[in-house]
Nanobody, 122 residues
Framework: QVQLVESGGGLVQAGGSLRLSCGAS????????MGWFRQAPGKERDFVAA???????????NYADSVKGRFTISRDNTKNTVYLQMNSLKPEDTAVYYC????????????WGQGTQVTVSS
């Protein structure tokens, strides 16, 4: 069982930055891939970014096209935490952001956090 708690959301002007954090409980954090998703009002939840388990001291990342070059996902297994650094924010990035833990190869996200609101003003 993994419990996830997001933090770091808030209100920011367009062009600004935020860093989201997602802390995980449990001893198995390092065995899961971690992902960030977002859901804007009236829309479906969309994939934002994911990072694999660390293997041979390295991990792989992937991003939605809409955030490539602006967002960076990272993880610190010593702190059981995954981060999402968001730069050059746009009003269309406004959404509730969720972190998830799961298996990247099968796109199966097993555990979810409660979400944190990000609002970007124009």
């Amino acid at each position: 069982q993994v419990q996830l708690v997001e933090s770091g959301g808030g209100l920011v002007q367009a062009g600004g930055s935020l860093r989201l954090s997602c802390g995980a409980s449990g001893r198995t954090f390092s065995s899961y891939a971690m992902g960030w998703f977002r859901q804007a009002p009236g829309k479906e939840r969309d994939f934002v970014a994911a990072i694999s388990r660390i293997s041979y001291s390295a991990s792989t990342t992937n991003y939605a096209d809409s955030v490539k070059g602006r967002f960076t996902i990272s993880r610190d297994n010593t702190k059981n935490t995954v981060y999402l650094q968001m730069n050059s924010l746009k009003p269309e990035d406004t959404a509730v952001y969720y972190c998830a833990a799961g298996v990247l190869s099968t796109n199966n996200w097993v555990y979810w956090g409660q979400g944190t609101q990000v609002t970007v003003s124009s």
